[in-house]
């Protein structure tokens, strides 16, 4: 490739990541979201139906009490964050598990 048509394609590049940048930043919020899914849930209760169906399309409409920090590449029980619960500890025996939850919840 030519020095003249690298500067251009360099260009060109440029020009179309602006463009875009420029398109993301102009949305307006607030409306509706509208998702595809390959089933019907059964129902929309998470604590009753455990299928792919029902945990897919409710996962963001719930809050959990914690979750797994999401800018870490690995799942592993050091990396849990508080979400709707501010702290968590374990009675003496280990058999039940207090969460403290956040105001207004």
């Known amino acids: 490739m030519s020095r003249p048509l690298g500067r251009m394609a360099v260009a060109i590049a440029f020009a179309v990541a602006t463009l ?5 930043l102009a949305q307006t919020p607030g409306g509706t979201l509208r998702i595809t899914h ?6 929309a209760s998470i604590h ?9 399309p409710f996962m963001s409409v719930f809050n959990n009490l914690v979750m797994f ?3 870490t590449k690995q799942n592993t029980p050091d990396v849990i964050i508080p ?23």
Do not use: C, Q
């Open 83 to 105: 979400d709707l619960a501010t702290s968590w500890a374990w009675s003496a025996d280990g058999k039940a598990l207090t969460f403290k939850l956040r105001t207004g919840v």
């Open 69 to 71: 920090d999401p800018k």
């Open 48 to 56: 009753e139906e455990a299928t792919i169906s029902t945990v897919m």
């Open 20 to 24: 875009a940048t420029d398109v993301t």
């Open 38 to 43: 390959r089933d019907n849930p059964p129902s």
